[in-house]
């Protein structure tokens, strides 16, 4: 900085142009933004005129200090312009979200004369927000010969799954056989941001066997792959190629939040203590995770060794909080955690955190105030807030309110089918069999169907699913058969079937028959059977576990010693000794 203080202007005009180049970057390593403005006002001063890379050069040190308007100011001054100082102008404008000034630059450089080159293209296609956007310069790239570079092809791949076309991206990965794994990191990415887990293990697997070895990057993707897809046993395979790197913030947070969602604790605790470094995405993740996993009086436990480290909550954090204390009954703490978030760590409450606060309230049976909180907040609630509401009166048995709150949803969402579905198991729930009638004439007219409850497990390579009176199973008759057996046994232990749960209009015996082929239940049946000795049963569902199934989990847990997990749509039940990691309040 001192010399860059002390340069006489005399010595700058006598410099070499490469000496210009080394203080240009000596400026960038510095921060010193004011001492490269003087170079710039060194260089243009007498009229004298830089050669084109210095002035590029010059245009790259505005954008890093993301002094834009002095880009713009020295790039319209320019007497002459590369494909360099387009593609300079046009990133920076991307970096600063104005995707729309990029674009006509884009267009101007090639009325200018200018052919873009890779780079440019890598650029551009970031500000590409609609398909047709993202068609045409596709079609661009193709003009130009650029559709088969790497770095083009990887972008139109990432701007394809951005704008929702995941097929058009794909197809561009399967054009050519490519050598880079950029190209493997986007398909695979793209993959697992959009949700469909399979295609990106699918090729993450294909890359592996193509000779790639795995980096960061993807291995990244992978393990958020099996995070939506909850593949607890690919994950864990994945795990084994990050051993093979440092330790990396980015990798660890993402191993992290795999084994919080995919119900395995212990190893979620192991990798969390052995974290080198940890940020609030760390903490925040692991307190979700325990409090998902029916353990919130731990979570809060971390919450407060959080802040002892130091670590500052964010938006995130505290909704993992208040979950935690939806999902244990503490209502004061809930309350006192909601009230404090904005005094105390600066966190305006967000429409997450209004909505745990009405689930607190719901699950607790408090729902006068629920509904008193609902009409009191800052802003209008939405359809979430209003379901939530409407979860906790079939839980407390209000039908009135549940008939209320499904009214203030289809205002909102005119066409919800699963509000009139939850509406009339809610009527059926009563007994109320002719508004149940109503509800399902009403559905059927305008064509909504129930969506069946549906359990599913991966058993080697093979997921099996079991849906309530579904007996399609290859397995079936062993199944029925294992089901007697664990039936019998814990109807020793006093277990009666518990037949308010059958929503329809049936005799003690029907009603029995049904509740006995619950998808659950026959989950964990084909789990006993096929699970190895030591190893937990592990089933996912589609909708909340019914009271009877729960019951059922439990004492089979107790009578076979065995760990069985259950996630739901919200959160997990860890069965074990005859006990429910949710203390039954679910």
């Keep these: 900085m001192a010399a860059l203080e002390t340069i006489d202007s005399r010595c700058l005009h006598a410099a070499d142009p490469i000496d210009y180049l080394h203080l240009i970057k000596l400026c960038l390593s510095a921060g010193a933004a004011d001492a490269g403005r003087r170079i710039h006002r060194h260089l243009t001063s007498a009229g004298y005129l830089p ?100 770095f083009v092809r990887s972008s139109l791949i990432d701007a394809y799954f951005r704008c929702g076309d995941s097929e058009s991206g794909h197809l561009v990965f399967n054009e050519i056989i490519t050598g880079d794994l950029v190209v493997w990191n986007s398909v695979i990415g793209g993959f697992a941001q959009t949700g469909n887990g399979h295609e990106a293990l699918k090729l993450f697997r294909q890359m592996k066997r193509a000779g790639f070895l795995a980096k960061q990057a993807t291995i990244t993707s992978a393990l958020r792959a099996c995070t939506g897809m909850v593949f607890l046993e690919m994950g864990q395979q994945v795990h084994g190629h990050l051993l093979k790197y440092k330790p990396d913030l980015i990798l660890n947070n993402a191993l992290l939040d795999m084994y919080c969602k995919c119900g395995s604790l212990e190893e979620a605790e192991v990798n969390f203590e052995r974290m080198p470094e940890k ?19 731990e979570a809060l436990r971390l919450f407060d060794l959080m802040k002892a480290e130091g670590a500052k909550p964010n938006y995130i954090t505290m909704v993992g909080i208040l979950f935690a204390c939806s999902h244990a009954g503490l209502v004061e703490d809930g309350w006192y955690y909601f009230r404090s978030m904005n005094q105390l760590f600066d966190i305006e409450p967000g429409s997450e955190h209004y909505g745990c606060m009405v689930d607190l309230l719901g699950r607790a049976g408090k729902l006068a105030e629920a509904v008193k909180f609902i009409h009191e907040m800052e802003f209008k609630p939405d359809a979430i807030i209003w379901r939530t509401l409407l979860g906790a009166c079939r839980v407390h048995k209000n039908v009135s309110l549940a008939a209320y709150a499904a009214q203030e949803i289809l205002k909102l969402e005119p066409g919800d089918e699963g509000t009139c579905i939850l509406l009339s198991n809610i009527y059926a729930d009563a007994k109320q069999w002719s508004d149940v009638e109503q509800m399902r004439k009403m559905m059927r007219d305008r064509g909504i169907r129930k969506e069946p409850g549906r359990s599913w497990m991966d058993v080697g390579k093979e997921t099996h699913v079991f849906i309530a009176g579904d007996f399609s199973h290859a397995q ?50 084909f789990g006993m059977m096929n699970s190895t000795s030591g190893k937990p049963i592990r089933i996912m569902k589609n909708l909340r576990i019914c009271g009877d199934c729960h019951a059922f989990a439990k004492l089979v847990s107790r009578t076979e010693g065995k760990l069985i997990v259950i996630r739901d749509p919200v959160r997990f039940h860890h069965f074990q000794d005859g006990a429910c990691s949710c203390g039954d309040y679910w």
């Design 51 to 150: 050669v084109l890379f210095l002035s590029n050069s010059l245009l790259g040190m505005y954008v890093r200090f993301g002094l834009i308007g002095d880009a713009r100011q020295l790039f319209g001054d320019l007497p002459h312009r590369n494909v360099v100082s387009w593609t300079t102008m046009i990133s920076a404008f991307i970096d600063i979200e104005l995707g729309r000034e990029a674009l006509e630059f884009f267009v101007w450089m090639q009325r200018d004369g200018i052919r873009p080159n890779m780079f440019t293209f890598s650029s551009i296609l970031r500000a590409c927000d609609t398909l047709k956007a993202v068609w045409a310069m596709h079609c661009c790239a193709i003009k130009h010969g650029l559709d088969s570079d790497d």
């Design 279 to 297: 940020d609030v995405i760390s903490w925040s993740t692991m307190i979700s995770g325990l409090a998902q996993n029916g353990r919130s009086l």
């Design 476 to 525: 079936m008759k062993g199944i029925g058969r294992e089901l007697e057996r664990l039936i019998s046994k814990i109807s020793n232990m006093g277990y009666v079937p518990d037949t308010e749960f059958v929503l329809h209009d049936l005799g003690r015996e029907q009603k029995e028959e049904s509740i006995r082929y619950h998808g659950e239940k026959m989950a964990i049946a």
